[in-house]
């Protein structure tokens, strides 16, 4: 018994002095790490490409390359999980989320977070429905009459198109303004951006909404499809700034552009940017960003959109009735997000299975995070290195 325990002790004393002695991160660690990334190829073998890494420890990488590290690790064992396993095996769902998030994930558990995460929102929204005189009813039916009711609508020409992006822009403004709550410092192209109207070339090819990088002291924006109007009020456009703009995708994006992460780490991460740009929309709705009650349920909106589609994307790649995960979605969000009709965001599911799940879950994930740190100038160090695992 005396020498076990001072095992245990000569044990626990080397664990601590390794501690605080970690291994020194050298610039050439880096360089070999990026190396080997690149003889590994766009689409490595899981198994080879595991081998080639195992000899690199994380303690003399760099942040940045570190986080490529286990990321790819991360990915390549996940890969290599779902080589095992047929199409029609059971546990290959769940091994596709695991790949889409780059880390494990309980199913079940998940499904749990995201239906809370849903009633609390049909909570919220029934104290905003009813401040705003929306008869009583079913969440959907409520949006769909909020949306029938013409409040906060443009009209539909190019007037009412140039007020929805003068009002994207104030909203843009606001959102500019509250970064140092979030950040102890930008790089100064994530301030330099802005909301435009599509060209009329652009609107005529049927292009959706997009992003132009700023970059080389140019400009950034986010280029908002308006053509159908009317589907666009002003309270469901106040997210979408946060979203694209700020906080979301024009912090994150700049920052993984400077991170230079490899590529594997991209294809390993691929939800991250979407789990960020998500929470963007619920920094500034916890911020107090948002101007009024309308606003609000478009933020609800949005939210419950991202957390729906995760819950349909578990329905539907475990064999649940298409028809019968289309009337959840009705019953719950009304009319669908912009971009993702019902049932073509539902096909979309079978093509890229687990990655809305991915989404919402680090959304999720990133929101448990700032509670946790209390939220102020926390998520400088979350984003500078680029996509990692954060569920």
Not at 9 to 26: E, H, I, K, Q
Not at 60 to 77: E, F, K, M, V, Y
Not at 385 to 390: A, D, E, K, Q, Y
């Amino acid at each position: 018994m005396i020498l076990a325990a001072s095992r245990r002790g000569l044990l626990a004393g080397g664990l601590a002095a390794l501690a605080s002695s970690p291994a020194r991160a050298t610039a050439g660690e880096d360089a070999a790490l990026r190396v080997v990334l690149d003889g590994l190829g766009p689409s490595p073998d899981p198994i080879a490409g595991s081998r080639a890494l195992a000899r690199f420890d994380p303690r003399r990488l760099s942040p940045c390359a570190r986080n490529d590290l286990a990321t790819i690790r991360a990915g390549l064992a996940a890969e290599a999980r779902l080589a095992l396993l047929s199409p029609g095996d059971p546990a290959r769902y769940a091994a596709q989320v695991t790949r889409q998030c780059a880390g494990p994930v309980d199913l079940r558990h998940a499904e749990r977070l995201l239906i809370e995460e849903v009633a609390r929102l049909e909570h919220h929204a029934a104290t905003v429905f009813d401040t705003l005189g929306i008869p009583p009813g079913p969440t959907g039916q409520r949006f769909r009459a909020l949306l029938a009711s013409g409040d906060g609508a443009y009209p539909d020409s190019d007037a009412g198109r140039d007020a929805a992006v003068v009002d994207m822009n104030a909203t843009l403004a606001r959102a500019r303004a509250a970064l140092p709550r979030w950040f102890a410092a930008l790089p100064p192209e994530c301030l330099n951006v802005s909301v435009r109207r599509m060209t009329p070339s652009e609107a005529a090819s049927g292009k959706g909404g997009f992003r132009v990088l700023p970059e080389n002291g140019q400009a950034g924006c986010y280029v908002v499809d308006l053509r159908d109007i009317a589907r666009r009020p002003r309270w469901t456009l106040v997210s979408v700034v946060h979203h694209e703009l700020l906080p979301g995708h024009m912090v994150q994006l700049p920052l993984e552009r400077r991170a230079g992460p490899h590529p594997l780490r991209l294809r390993y991460a691929p939800a991250f940017g979407e789990c960020w740009a998500i929470h963007g929309e619920w920094l500034a709705w916890q911020a107090g960003l948002l101007p009024d009650a309308l606003a609000v349920a478009g933020a609800i909106h949005w939210r419950l959109f991202r957390m729906t589609r995760a819950l349909a994307d578990l329905a539907i790649n475990r064999g649940t009735a298409p028809d019968r995960v289309l009337a959840q979605l009705a019953e719950q969000m009304g009319f669908p997000a912009y971009f993702a009709p019902f049932a073509e965001d539902i096909a979309r599911m079978h093509t890229t299975p687990g990655l809305r799940v991915a989404e919402a879950l680090g959304a999720l994930a990133f929101a448990r995070y700032g509670k946790r740190r209390n939220a102020g100038r926390t998520f400088t160090n979350m984003l500078d290195c680029g996509p990692r695992r954060i569920v």
